[in-house]
């Protein structure tokens, strides 16, 4: 018995007792102390700031650029948008838009579904670094991947399992879906250059923005042409903006959840169709600079936008303080409105 206590009183010295999961005895000091269960309620636990839920900001990996089918056929088909951290929405020929969705560090294994490439679209594949995956191109898009070097990636030549149909009650031609956790394999396989010195289009802020002087922005209007007309309605119980199309609710097939978005970029810019082409395509008179909105949390600000070369970053400044500005942390939509168009904010 003398050789229990005795053992017992050596264990106090040396490094206290546990009981419950508490430790009752500190070798240093031998003051009372908590483990770490408890010290999480501890009145003074240092502060820690969120990380950025979209995006990492320190991460260097090159994002994918999507090109995706917004024909109304295809929209009900819509997959994967959800996880894209940066989607642009841009008119093309017969009044229709695409969008270019771009995902880094996130690999969804279905997206789609994906069309055809337009030259203007590379300017934004340009300003992220980012590998293009399309499917099909019109020849001026043809022409300018090639020359301009664009890593890129063709429905029309590669297939499965990085590029393959589904089985929809639809044409044929919005059946295609790609697989981004197999093309990022695919990019490895060929050496593909996978980082970026690029860094992020945008400067992501882990605490709500400040916004200063504003106005309230809770239901969004973009009108593309008189058959596409995105909205978004402000749903203040979780601080994002509800994706509508022609006032339909936009949905992901997968998941049958509505799109949501927590920061919009919209402005206006010029466009006609390129002569003598049969199809109507479009250029598009995006190099220079010119004013727009950056809205977010229900709140919108002006701002002015500027992208100096088809490769250089677009910047977006707070168009009162000239300074460049924050977005909150989430995902991004950029609408680039034409000016025959109309934005319509309240």
Same mark, same amino acid.
């Given at each position: ?45 240092? $502060?820690?700031?969120? *990380? ?7 991460? &260097?990996?090159?994002?994918? /650029? ?9 929209? %009900? ?23 270019? /969705? ?6 969804? $294994? ?16 340009? $300003?992220? =670094? ?30 499965? %399992? ?47 923005? =400040? ?5 309230? /922005? ?29 006032? &339909?609710?936009?949905?992901?097939? *997968? ?46 600000? %002006?701002?002015? @936008? *500027? ?25 991004? @939509?950029?609408?680039?409105? %034409?000016?025959?168009? =109309?934005?319509?904010?309240?």
């Amino acid at each position: 018995m003398k050789k229990i206590l005795k053992f017992l009183i050596i264990l106090i010295l040396i490094g206290g007792i546990t009981y419950g999961g508490i430790v009752l005895f500190n070798k240093d000091n031998n003051k009372q102390i908590v483990n770490d269960k408890d010290n999480s309620e501890n009145e003074n636990k240092e $502060e820690v700031i969120p *990380e950025v839920q979209i995006v990492d900001v320190n991460s &260097k990996s090159r994002p994918f /650029a999507v090109m995706i089918n917004n024909l109304g056929a295809a929209r %009900p088909y819509h997959t994967g948008l959800q996880d894209a951290y940066l989607v642009y929405e841009i008119i093309v020929e017969g009044g229709i838009t695409r969008y270019l /969705a771009l995902y880094k560090d996130k690999y969804p $294994e279905t997206v789609g579904s994906v069309r055809s490439a337009r030259h203007y679209y590379l300017d934004y594949v340009l $300003e992220n =670094d980012a590998f293009y995956v399309h499917w099909g191109w019109s020849p001026q898009a043809q022409s300018d991947i090639k020359t301009l070097g664009i890593d890129n990636f063709n429905g029309l030549t590669l297939g499965t %399992p990085y590029f393959y149909r589904k089985k929809l009650n639809v044409s044929s031609e919005h059946t295609g879906f790609t697989n981004l956790r197999e093309m990022k394999k695919y990019a490895e396989s060929k050496n593909y250059d996978l980082d970026t010195n690029k860094g992020l289009l945008l400067d992501y802020s882990a605490t709500s923005v =400040d916004l200063g002087e504003s106005t309230p /922005a809770l239901n969004i209007d973009l009108k593309y042409s008189s058959s596409f007309t995105t909205n978004y309605v402000y749903d203040s119980s979780s601080n994002v903006y509800k994706q509508y199309v022609n006032n &339909k609710e936009h949905s992901d097939y *997968e998941t049958g959840k509505q799109y949501t978005v927590k920061n919009i970029i919209t402005y206006k810019v010029g466009n006609k169709s390129i002569a003598g082409d049969v199809k109507g395509r479009q250029d598009l008179d995006n190099i220079g600079t010119g004013e727009g909105y950056y809205i977010t949390e229900g709140k919108m600000i %002006p701002i002015v @936008w *500027e992208k100096k070369s088809r490769s250089s970053k677009t910047v977006y400044k707070n168009k009162e303080t000239n300074k460049e500005i924050k977005v909150n942390d989430g995902n991004t @939509w950029i609408h680039i409105v %034409p000016d025959t168009g =109309d934005i319509k904010i309240s």
